[in-house]
């Protein structure tokens, strides 16, 4: 078949399979460019594996440290007649790419909040690497079933106390106007927090612990966004920030659990990106538009495998990790530089339709939502007919 984007509002419905694994070999090259610094990770456990900001740190494991890993995600496998979603296409990429330099890897695909894959993953480290020594949890999902209760839960995106009207880009049209919020109920609060925020990262080094499959001196980490002012009424002091702040209790929470000996839980604070779960987010796919273009500008824009690099090489395994009074790792420290960030508060009231693509960057936006689909690398041939099917040694979820 030959596959082009289909995309609706905010998300693209195929993927494209060479298109992902050239994506894939990218980030690859890049860590293969690099050169660690100090020690890293030997056998690893990503939480969300196939995308975005975990499909990074399970290249920079692999590929920059040698570090055997294994990655859970919740993927669609192909059929004759549609594509896989991106993150099986990664992952089939990934894991091709890692045997094919003796690096051992296995994915399990399936629901990360039940217990049956947290007992599945148990297993597979029991039986084939033993121990791991780090754990990087780095799920983002719209709802959660609590394996306990059986009770699903989703999570909304709206402020908190009073609503909320602000512009926002409309990247399906590229029209500009408003978009209003209501506040979130109580419920819907508690409900945020239950998907994205600690519970199910404690539960999972819980699990971990009790089988006694953390080697001495383990870190885990959860990723956040914190953000300024601009995305503060939608992110930071919004549902999604009420749950990410949920993040700071479970660390030290897990920190105590695990007892000392090394052993650490981090959240990492990451900047804004383009992912598929980012785009979901008003105001974002502008606010990110004006920051790529000031970050370009100033020669500091990171895209997700450049910060996790720096998050291994600054933070995880940084002699002197850059941390702050919370005990968080930060690597949005080059987006919230407060000059980069006045430049973007003074852009953002004057962006229209007319010159949205002179004063902000909404074309590499645009490209790099595109890229994550596999749409968009030089070194495809989209004209070509190609399968659907790629095989992978992950089974279907
Ligand atoms: P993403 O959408 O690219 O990745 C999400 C991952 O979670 C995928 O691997 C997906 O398969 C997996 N997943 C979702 N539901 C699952 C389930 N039920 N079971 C198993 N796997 C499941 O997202 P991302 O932007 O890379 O986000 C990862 C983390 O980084 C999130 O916690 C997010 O809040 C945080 N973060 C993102 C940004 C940003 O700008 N994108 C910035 C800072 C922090």
């Not at 690859?28 to 499909?55: E, F, R, W």
């Not at 785009?279 to 796919?285: L, N, R, W």
């Not at 606010?287 to 895209?303: F, N």
């Amino acid at each position: 078949m030959i596959i082009k984007p289909k995309v609706r509002g905010f998300i693209c419905t195929n993927a494209h399979p060479a298109g992902c694994a050239a994506n894939v070999q990218e980030q690859v090259d890049y860590v293969k460019s690099q050169k660690a610094a100090g020690t890293g990770p030997k056998n690893v456990l990503v939480i969300g594996a196939s995308t975005g900001y975990g499909l990074a740190s399970r290249i920079v494991a692999a590929f920059g440290h040698g570090a055997n890993t294994l990655g859970v995600f919740f993927e669609k496998p192909p059929t004759e007649r549609r594509t896989a979603s991106a993150g099986y296409y990664n992952s089939a990429a990934f894991e091709h790419l890692a045997s094919a330099e003796g690096l051992y890897c296995k994915s399990i695909n399936g629901d990360a909040f039940s217990d049956e894959i947290k007992q599945q993953t148990i297993e597979t480290i029991k039986n084939d690497l033993g121990k791991i020594d780090l754990v990087v949890y780095s799920l983002a999902s719209p709802r959660r079933t609590d394996p306990k209760t059986g009770t699903t839960y989703n999570s909304v995106l709206k402020p908190i106390g009073q609503g909320y009207t602000a512009k926002n880009l409309n990247t399906d049209t590229l029209k500009i106007g408003d978009v209003t919020v209501e506040p979130a109920n109580e419920e819907e609060i508690a409900a945020t927090v239950k998907v994205m925020g600690g519970e199910d990262w404690e539960w999972w080094m819980q699990a971990l612990a009790e089988a006694d499959v953390l080697a001495p001196e383990c870190q885990t980490t959860a990723y956040t966004y914190l953000g300024d002012k601009l995305t503060w009424p939608i992110y930071g002091h919004a549902t999604i920030g009420k749950a990410k702040e949920d993040l700071d209790r479970a660390a030290a929470a897990i920190s105590q659990q695990l007892g000392g000996n090394g052993n650490q839980a981090r959240v990492s604070v990451l900047k804004a990106l383009v992912t598929q779960a980012s785009s979901a987010i008003p105001v974002m796919p502008l606010y990110i538009s004006i920051l790529y273009k000031e970050m370009k500008a100033e020669g500091t824009h990171e895209g997700c495998i450049e910060q996790i690099w720096r998050l291994y090489e600054e933070g995880l395994y940084s002699s002197e990790p850059r941390l702050d009074n919370n005990n968080r790792l930060r690597m949005d420290d080059l987006e919230l530089k407060p000059e980069l960030q006045a430049k973007v508060e003074a852009i953002w009231p004057e962006v229209t339709e007319e010159n949205l693509f002179d004063l902000t960057d909404y074309k590499s936006y645009n490209a790099e939502f595109l890229k994550l689909f596999g749409f968009g690398l030089d070194s495809v041939d989209y004209e070509a007919d190609v399968s659907p099917i790629v095989e992978a040694s992950f089974k279907p979820a």
